[in-house]
T-cell receptor
Framework: GAGVSQSPRYKVAKRGQDVALRCDPI?????LFWYQQALGQGPEFLTY????????KSGLPSDRFFAERPEGSVSTLKIQRTQQEDSAVYLC??????????????FGQGTRLTVV | DAKTTQPPSMDCAEGRAANLPCNHS???????VYWYRQIHSQGPQYIIH???NNETNEMASLIITEDRKSSTLILPHATLRDTAVYYC?????????????FGDGTTLTVKP
């Protein structure tokens, strides 16, 4: 596709359940980012990949959050033992190059996770 | 990256110019000002960015004050589809494009 694709668009999980959120970046994009956006707030950075290497995971809120990008393309954000405070929209973004100030990131539509 | 301050909400009449302010008083010399917007149920969308000169593209104009401590995003002829949350971000030239620090933004409502 032409843009960043995320699936599922909506996910309802029972508290304690594990979830996996998928991101298909724009083909050929080197950099991939995950953000968490709580209701009424701006997106907050979670983690960053350059190809398959996870270079920054400083924003992951706990060790229940895990992200991977094994082949440098598709990425999965996994949340173990979900809790109600994990309810948010999870956004994925990709950019063509790495570390370039004029290389903009393109965002997907996000996955809305609701933990009940 | 420097912190930004934006009003939480603004209204604008359809067809009029929308002027969205942003304060970034702690900006440093190598930091750029970026604007994004987020329409309901979509991901953020890049609008424009600048260092110290005013910039214009097909979407908007960016006016940066001479001391660079504030800027204004101008949508010259706002339409109903411009209703969105607008984020002003300050980012260093070495900060990776996607690792942006978003605040809470300004909710712009364009009214008929």
């Amino acid at each position: 596709g032409a843009g960043v694709s995320q699936s599922p668009r909506y996910k309802v999980a029972k508290r304690g359940q594990d979830v996996a959120l998928r991101c298909d970046p724009i083909s050929g994009h080197v950099s991939l980012f995950w953000y968490q956006q709580a209701l009424g707030q701006g997106p907050e950075f979670l983690t960053y990949f350059q190809n398959e290497a996870q270079l920054d995971k400083s924003g992951l809120p706990s060790d229940r959050f895990f992200a991977e990008r094994p082949e440098g393309s598709v990425s999965t954000l996994k949340i173990q033992r979900t809790q109600q405070e994990d309810s948010a929209v999870y956004l994925c973004a990709s950019s063509l190059l790495a570390g370039q100030k004029n290389t903009e990131a393109f965002f997907g539509q996000g996955t809305r996770l609701t933990v009940v | 990256d420097a912190k930004t301050t934006q009003p939480p909400s603004m209204d604008c009449a359809e067809g009029r110019a929308a002027n969205l302010p942003c304060n970034h008083s702690t900006i440093s010399g190598n930091e750029y000002v970026y604007w994004y917007r987020q329409i309901h149920s979509q991901g953020p969308q890049y609008i424009i960015h600048g260092l110290k000169n005013n910039e214009t593209n097909e979407m908007a104009s960016l006016i940066i004050t001479e001391d660079r401590k504030s800027s204004t995003l101008i949508l010259p002829h706002a339409t109903l589809r411009d209703t969105a949350v607008y984020y002003c971000i300050v980012r260093g030239s070495n900060t990776n494009a996607g690792k942006s620090t978003f605040g809470d933004g300004t909710t712009l409502t364009v009214k008929p």
